[in-house]
């Protein structure tokens, strides 16, 4: 295959299908939207199948506990996914929405409209519902989008990708408005992300590796996300059950996700009480505990054992695995700056009954989504409302956080005028 002509066809035709998708009605978009769910439920068991392939590929390769979890497909998924495209295909359609209208002392009226990006590519690991998620996030906002999925989950993505084109064809949507890369040449990426003629935006979802080829390689804008090293700070004026509860599913509810919390931190007040009660939840699933000294010092005193020290670089990792660094600290300001000197800038939560506290912690901590009294895997699009999401973004510019309908448009400026002449 050549891969440079390959990809500029796919570059070529997803110009084309996004001059298509950004007149298309909104009626039109959701009947695509509502047919690709139908197709998905109807064509469960075959993508079961295909993604069982696939997943036997990855064993065979070696790969671990959390990229096989990423990669299987299971019930839950597949209902996720239906459900998230149902979810989009109901949102407001955000395409040629006027906002902010004002009259100038010349008689015009200057507002902005939401407009689509046009192309975007988006780069990302063995995760089928990113294919689903993205296809469907692209579509409702008017965009055409270039696919490139890990080439461990090539047979599940190449089926997703067929029922996609059968939705946008009953639709009469062009095909080509979502199109899936079919070589899992590294070539590919490098060509994608320099189409600048044909793309207008780079979305990658992927580990350090990828995302710092991409910085170096890139010539199309990216929106990113790095890593998720994400915390939760356990305040000495809390309610003992909500931090158990809270600090128990933000890490052990899945282990390989962006948004699982990786550092907990204590305040000195509270630790006696609440460390040993958490230690012995966690080391009860069997997560490993990275501790400071004065957690040590806290959890021998309650004899609990089975504990590592932790580094200077344990405040930097994300594990994606049932491993959990623990500090104590002697109050919010020392968590708040233990969090914004460490933390990836994803998603941190403090969990208190201190209502300025809480209001300190939303207000200074530097990150995407910040909490209160809520686990940090929540820190995801279909969560909060937005249908599905494209991925997180640690970076301030063009969007943060969550990225749903709103962060695949930009904005321009409208003018509306009644013969007005400049004087």
């Not at 710092?212 to 998720?228: F, N, S, T």
Request: include cysteine.
């Amino acid at each position: 295959m050549n891969i440079d002509q390959y990809m500029t066809d796919l570059g070529h035709r997803a110009r084309s299908a996004s001059r298509a998708m950004a007149r298309a009605s909104t009626a039109a978009k959701n009947a695509a939207l509502e047919a690709v769910a139908d197709a998905i439920v109807r064509e469960r068991d075959a993508l079961k199948e295909a993604n069982a392939r696939d997943l036997a590929r990855a064993r065979d390769k070696g790969h671990d506990a959390a990229f096989i979890d990423r990669l299987t497909l299971s019930d839950k998924a597949l209902s996720t996914m239906v459900e998230g495209l149902r979810q989009v295909a109901k949102l407001a359609d955000p395409i040629g929405e006027i906002s902010g209208l004002r009259y100038r002392p010349s008689g015009i009226q200057v507002g902005q409209m939401r407009v689509p990006l046009g192309v975007i590519g988006i780069i990302y690991e063995s995760r089928p519902n990113v294919t689903i998620d993205a296809a469907a996030l692209c579509l409702k906002s008017g965009n055409a989008t270039i696919l490139r999925g890990g080439s461990e989950a090539i047979e599940c993505n190449t089926a997703l990708a067929k029922l996609i084109g059968e939705g946008l064809a009953s639709a009469g949507l062009p095909q080509d408005a979502v199109q899936v890369v079919e070589t899992p040449d590294r070539a590919a990426v490098g060509k994608l992300v320099t189409m600048t003629e044909y793309v207008d935006v780079i979305v990658p979802r992927g580990g350090k590796g990828l995302i710092a080829r991409l910085m170096e390689e890139a010539r199309v804008p990216m929106i990113k996300h790095l890593d998720g090293i994400c915390h939760v700070y356990v305040d000495d004026r809390v309610d003992m059950s909500k931090a158990l509860a809270i600090c128990d599913n933000a890490k052990t509810h899945r282990y390989g996700t962006c948004n699982t919390m990786e550092t907990l931190l204590v305040a000195r007040g509270i630790a006696a009480e609440a460390l040993p009660a958490l230690a012995r939840a966690f080391q009860a699933k069997e997560v490993e505990l990275r501790v400071d000294a004065a957690a040590r010092a806290v959890l021998e005193a309650a004899q609990v054992s089975g504990l590592v020290d932790a580094t200077g670089e344990d405040w930097r990792t994300e594990y994606l695995a049932p491993v959990l660094a623990i500090k104590v600290v002697e109050n919010v300001d020392e968590a708040i700056g233990h969090i914004n000197e460490y933390s990836s800038h994803h998603t941190d939560a403090i969990v208190t009954e201190d209502h300025d506290r809480a209001m300190r912690f939303l207000r200074e901590v530097d990150s995407a989504s910040v909490m209160v009294n809520a686990s940090t895997r929540f820190a995801d699009g279909f969560e909060f409302g937005l249908g599905a999401e494209i991925g997180i973004s640690n970076d301030k510019l063009h969007a943060r956080g969550p990225v749903g309908l709103d962060g695949l448009t930009s904005l321009k400026y409208v003018v509306l005028g009644h013969g007005e002449v400049r004087q």
